[in-house]
């Protein structure tokens, strides 16, 4: 049973507009939640974070919402840029240790 | 400015074949992580260690055995191979003292087993 879920397996913004990366999760003890970028060929890459304390978080182009009552968290990129083509991992925790990744979202942004 | 590096990158083996994938981190991290990513699945955790000569299990556990002799490295092994352990090996580390921290990934070992 997939714990934390990305229902897109893909999505194309064009370049300048908004991305709105989508994840679900079913684990209501899940208390912080991170977003993970990945290029071909490399490891993923730490992009933002949230705590369940809060419900927005922001890092420049980047901004992640929780929603904690829809057990939902989204990612959005504005202004999208071609450089931010690569796939999108979504991850949450219950512990300090343990991470549940969702299967990914591939990205692609159209010049 | 090395972070996670993984050995070997690339390897194949035959069924029933033994190996072991380095991971070795110079971050000083308490915590380290093997996960395994297959196409639809995300990643999931294999094992992981909180600290040097501690080792759990996580979801996808069986075929596998893992050692952290030392603080900065964290070996995984597999005795047999069978062509399901066919996958993208990645190792991550991460600091964790009182709050979640993010983990910091190598970039991967692509094992195939014929």
């Known amino acids: 049973d997939q714990q934390v879920k990305q229902n897109s397996p893909s999505l194309s913004v064009q370049e300048g507009r908004i991305s709105i990366l989508n994840c679900d999760y079913t684990?209501?003890?899940?208390?912080?939640f991170l977003w993970y970028k990945k290029y071909p060929a490399e490891g993923p890459t730490f992009l933002i974070s949230?705590?369940?304390?809060?419900d927005k978080n922001e890092d420049g182009r980047f901004t992640v919402f929780l929603n904690k009552s829809a057990k939902h968290l989204s990612l959005h990129i504005v202004p999208s840029q071609p450089g931010d083509s690569a796939v999108y991992f979504c991850?949450?925790?219950?512990?300090?240790?343990?991470?549940?990744f969702g299967t990914g979202t591939r990205l692609k942004v159209l010049a | 400015n090395a972070g996670v590096t993984q050995t070997p990158k690339f390897r194949v083996l035959k069924t029933g074949q033994s190996m072991t994938l380095l991971c070795a981190q110079d971050m000083n991290h308490e915590y380290m992580y093997w996960y395994r990513q297959d196409p639809g699945m995300g990643l999931r955790l294999i094992h992981y260690?909180?600290?040097?000569?501690?080792?759990a299990k996580g979801e996808v556990p069986d075929g596998y055995n893992v050692s952290r002799l030392k603080k900065q490295n964290f070996l995984l092994g597999l005795e047999s191979a069978a062509p399901s352990q066919t996958s993208v090996y990645f190792c991550?580390?991460?600091?964790?003292?009182?709050?979640?921290?993010?983990?910091?990934f190598g970039d991967g070992t692509r094992l195939s087993i014929l």
């Open positions: 991550a580390s991460s600091l964790q003292i009182i709050t979640n921290q993010p983990q910091h």
């Open positions: 684990n209501s003890m899940f208390d912080y």
């Open positions: 949230i705590s369940s304390i809060k």
């Open positions: 991850a949450a925790s219950d512990a300090a240790y343990k991470y549940i």
């Open positions: 260690s909180v600290g040097e000569g501690t080792t």
